[in-house]
């Protein structure tokens, strides 16, 4: 594209045009751009004098094997309708993690529409993405109270409460301290509840928002943590006592990929499920994601793998050591019993294929002792991205 430079959003007149930009681009205001100026690298893509693109980018942590690991967060992206179809958007998500590349990220993350576009860069879906409305009266039937203590407003029991559950999850944000008025700011009327069993520590923490809908107003549940199932129970139980409210809209987010609400519902078919743009992961530096991640520590794996390519004209050949608790991941010259492309690693790196039935049908190919040995490594966790950005 002739006249093209990418550079880095540095005064307000580059902010205020990307969000003219970007309103234009997705049909409505994007609140992000202006309540994250302070903690967001916004670069934008100027082709004579006029922005044509541009995104936020967050540095970050994700928790994968009940670590921290270093990775750059997409968000905001667009390129301008009239710019699309120039392949913009793959230089533009380039530049957007080159600068945290060389910060330490070693994974990278984002919520999109166009999957098929990033899947070819090496992004993948490790989970689908659900969102669930619930009529009130059918947790009232289905949940009862179990003698918890609620108590309203956040302290830093939720916080600690955070830490502990989202570890035991592959993807969840090691949330910095700005992330709560950042929420309180886009949520205008966001209010927390606190769970505990009498004398003990808090077990759960929900944030919920009032919204009007086409249907009527609704209560949305923007966070659910909950460390254990009789604690997921009572919240349950108190999300079915706002009688005044018809339905309980769980964002796509919120829930956990674990059977906390549907399987002990009276009604199932009550509910309504809808499928929305998933959370996709890439892997920036795979021998670095391996080191920096947690494993079990009694996994013993030596198995050497191939990692396609992203432009699908070679291998990587390389040599995957599992032991004691910690990874290693060596460039080797040797025949991989497994091949990958780079999205089915980073399904893999985050836990998401649950069997080996489920590796070989989206594509993972070699000898099955070996895809299973590999599918194991990454089993004790499941991913779950907990925040929309």
Same mark, same amino acid.
């Given at each position: 594209?002739?006249?093209?430079?990418?550079?880095?959003?540095?005064?307000?007149?580059? @902010?205020?045009?990307?969000?003219?930009?970007?309103?234009?681009?997705? /049909?409505?205001?994007?609140?992000?751009?202006?309540?994250?100026?302070?903690?967001?690298?916004?670069?934008?893509?100027?082709?004579?004098?006029?922005?044509?693109? /541009?995104?936020?980018?967050?540095?970050?942590?994700?928790?994968?094997? /009940?670590?921290?690991?270093?990775?750059?967060?997409?968000?905001?992206?667009?390129?301008?309708?009239?710019?699309?179809?120039?392949?913009?958007?793959?230089?533009?998500?380039?530049?957007?993690?080159?600068?945290?590349?060389?910060?330490?990220?070693?994974?990278?993350?984002?919520?999109?529409?166009?999957?098929?576009?990033?899947?070819?860069?090496?992004?993948?879906?490790?989970?689908?993405?659900?969102? @669930?409305?619930?009529?009130?009266?059918?947790?009232?039937?289905?949940?009862?109270?179990?003698?918890?203590?609620?108590?309203?407003?956040?302290?830093?029991?939720?916080?600690?409460?955070?830490?502990?559950?989202?570890?035991?999850?592959?993807?969840?944000?090691?949330?910095?301290?700005?992330?709560?008025? @950042?929420?309180?700011?886009?949520?205008?009327?966001?209010?927390?509840?606190?769970?505990?069993?009498?004398?003990?520590?808090?077990?759960?923490?929900?944030?919920?928002?009032?919204?009007?809908?086409?249907?009527?107003?609704?209560?949305?549940?923007?966070?659910?943590?909950?460390?254990?199932?009789?604690?997921?129970?009572?919240?349950?139980?108190?999300?079915?006592?706002?009688?005044?409210?018809?339905?309980?809209?769980?964002?796509?987010?919120?829930?956990?990929?674990?059977?906390?609400?549907?399987?002990? #519902?009276?009604?199932?078919?009550?509910?309504?499920?809808?499928?929305?743009?998933?959370?996709? #992961?890439?892997?920036?530096?795979?021998?670095?994601?391996?080191?920096?991640?947690?494993?079990?520590?009694?996994?013993?794996?030596?198995?050497?793998?191939?990692?396609?390519?992203?432009?699908?004209?070679?291998?990587?050949?390389?040599?995957?050591?599992?032991?004691?608790?910690?990874?290693?991941?060596?460039?080797?010259?040797?025949?991989?019993?497994?091949?990958?492309?780079?999205?089915?690693?980073?399904? @893999?790196?985050?836990?998401?294929?649950?069997?080996?039935?489920?590796?070989? #049908?989206?594509?993972?190919?070699?000898?099955?002792?070996?895809?299973?040995?590999?599918?194991?490594?990454?089993?004790?966790?499941?991913?779950?991205?907990?925040?929309?950005?």
């Amino acid at each position: 594209m002739d006249g093209l430079r990418i550079i880095k959003a540095e005064t307000d007149e580059h @902010w205020q045009h990307y969000d003219a930009v970007a309103t234009r681009s997705y /049909g409505h205001p994007v609140a992000d751009i202006s309540l994250l100026r302070h903690h967001a690298d916004l670069r934008i893509a100027v082709v004579r004098g006029e922005i044509a693109a /541009g995104g936020l980018s967050l540095s970050g942590h994700q928790y994968v094997g /009940g670590r921290p690991v270093p990775a750059a967060l997409l968000g905001a992206g667009c390129v301008a309708p009239e710019h699309r179809g120039s392949h913009l958007s793959t230089r533009m998500i380039a530049e957007r993690l080159r600068p945290l590349q060389e910060q330490g990220a070693v994974l990278a993350t984002l919520w999109t529409a166009a999957t098929g576009y990033v899947q070819r860069m090496g992004w993948a879906a490790p989970v689908q993405a659900l969102s @669930w409305t619930v009529p009130t009266d059918e947790l009232r039937r289905s949940f009862t109270d179990t003698g918890y203590d609620v108590t309203h407003g956040r302290t830093h029991h939720s916080d600690t409460l955070h830490r502990q559950v989202a570890a035991r999850w592959n993807g969840p944000w090691e949330r910095p301290a700005w992330w709560h008025p @950042w929420q309180e700011a886009k949520h205008p009327g966001l209010t927390t509840y606190e769970f505990r069993e009498p004398h003990q520590p808090v077990s759960g923490s929900i944030s919920v928002a009032y919204e009007h809908h086409p249907t009527g107003r609704r209560l949305v549940v923007h966070d659910f943590w909950a460390s254990t199932a009789q604690a997921a129970a009572a919240m349950l139980a108190h999300l079915g006592r706002h009688s005044r409210i018809p339905t309980i809209f769980f964002q796509r987010t919120a829930l956990p990929p674990a059977p906390v609400l549907l399987h002990h #519902l009276h009604r199932a078919a009550s509910v309504t499920c809808q499928v929305g743009n998933p959370w996709l #992961l890439r892997v920036l530096d795979p021998r670095a994601a391996v080191q920096l991640r947690g494993w079990p520590a009694d996994t013993d794996l030596d198995l050497d793998i191939e990692v396609a390519d992203p432009t699908g004209d070679s291998n990587h050949g390389f040599g995957l050591r599992i032991h004691g608790g910690t990874g290693d991941l060596t460039p080797s010259g040797r025949p991989g019993r497994v091949t990958l492309s780079p999205g089915q690693f980073a399904v @893999w790196y985050a836990g998401g294929y649950r069997t080996t039935a489920a590796a070989v #049908l989206s594509g993972v190919h070699g000898d099955p002792a070996a895809v299973r040995q590999l599918v194991h490594a990454t089993g004790d966790q499941e991913p779950w991205m907990a925040d929309h950005f």
